[in-house]
């Protein structure tokens, strides 16, 4: 039997990624075209409600607007509407599967870390999405910020020993 | 005013939350996946650059559904940004144009301004500063975090998850410190 201690997998699911596959089901590639239209959809709300605008981010963070407070509260209250729901209604996946959500514990990175995103946030302009999002709509020179990104999530996973979690 | 014409406009806060909110139950039902972004940059790692770093040993190939997403998004702007345009330039609060034009920023037609991101600014301090070192800290800063404002501040406060809100309150912090105290000594380079 595996332990958390040898069975990366575990790890990699409860502590870093936040995006939790769960489905035990194998597919044939093409079954991941769902994704991408899911993706497409929230790319064109991306620019057109302006969220990956460094203007908008700006008014956010001096108060000057109250947009992107109204797109994120909205969201959020849509999500917990829908999980309550899902969970509610026992509701399945289209594949019969049962719908797991997994707790989150806590751990000092979400301060530090946190923190420190929130810095890169408010200079790009930009949470990962719409980084995409932002080379997508034509200003390609944001593949360096893309890419930069790449490299900081790598310096993360090099240095992880040592930092405070 | 006709459909077509309203969907060119700039989409109101309360068209674009609910839409986004129904990200989190799609992804649930068409495939068990918990919405989040900054995963996709970890994927890229274990893909490219493992080097042998047990963050990376992974099979990554079993999230590939998040790339796939990824490029959903990149096409999606390809689209808004090609075909549904908004003519008119993004309107800004007066006060932050006031602000900005001290530091000659009046050009606001793009998603980022052109003025300060575009690629011969990439070899000034001011450049590196805004686009890499930026850069650097997303990526960095999201995963040391667990998630980014997809991850934590939609999905985990969807879930009624408290860390996630920590997260969230932190990222915050981080935005005002940037935006009110550290980004105007950037800008005045």
């Known amino acids: 039997m595996q332990t958390p201690e040898t069975n990366t997998d575990f790890e990699v699911r409860s502590l870093d990624a936040m995006c939790v596959n769960e489905s035990q089901l194998t597919h044939k590639w093409y079954h991941n075209i769902k994704y991408m239209i ?81 810095l890169g946030w408010a200079i790009t302009g930009a949470c990962p999405g719409p980084l995409y999002a932002q080379i997508g709509s034509g200003a390609y020179v944001i593949v360096i910020t893309l890419l930069s990104a790449v490299a900081g999530t790598w310096v993360y996973g090099y240095v992880r020993e040592k930092l405070p979690h | 005013m006709s459909i077509v014409e309203w969907i060119k406009h700039p989409w109101p806060w309360y068209v674009a939350g609910p839409l986004i909110g129904l990200t989190v139950p799609a992804l649930l039902i068409i495939g068990n996946k918990s919405f989040g972004i900054s995963s996709s940059l970890r994927h890229f790692c274990a893909a490219c650059i493992p080097a042998n770093i047990p963050f990376f040993k992974y099979d990554w190939k079993k999230e590939i559904w998040n790339l796939f997403f990824v490029l959903g998004i990149t096409l999606g702007a390809v689209i808004a940004a090609n075909l549904l345009a908004d003519p008119e330039p993004v309107k800004i609060n007066a006060k932050l144009a006031a602000d900005l034009a001290g530091y000659s920023i009046t050009d606001y037609s793009g998603m980022v301004p052109h003025q300060l991101f575009n690629w011969q600014n990439l070899l000034t301090i001011k450049g590196l500063l805004m686009m890499v070192l930026g850069g650097f800290m997303v990526g960095f800063g999201t995963r040391y975090a667990g998630g980014c404002t997809s991850g934590h501040s939609i999905m985990g406060l969807s879930a009624l998850q408290w860390p996630s809100l920590v997260a969230t309150c932190c990222f915050m912090i981080g935005g005002f410190i940037m935006s009110n105290l550290i980004l105007p000594l950037i800008l005045s380079l």
Do not use: D
Request: proline share 1%; aromatic share 16%; no cysteine.
């Open chain 1, 38 to 118: 899911v993706g497409l959809a929230f790319g064109i709300v991306f620019v057109k409600a302006e969220i990956i605008s460094w203007f908008r981010i700006q008014e956010m963070f001096r108060l000057q607007s109250f947009h992107m407070y109204g797109v994120i509260g909205s969201a959020v209250v849509t999500g917990i509407i829908s999980v309550w729901l899902i969970k509610k209604f026992s509701i399945k996946t289209i594949y019969g599967e049962t719908i797991i959500l997994h707790p989150r514990s806590f751990n000092k990175g979400q301060i530090y870390g946190g923190l420190l995103f929130g």
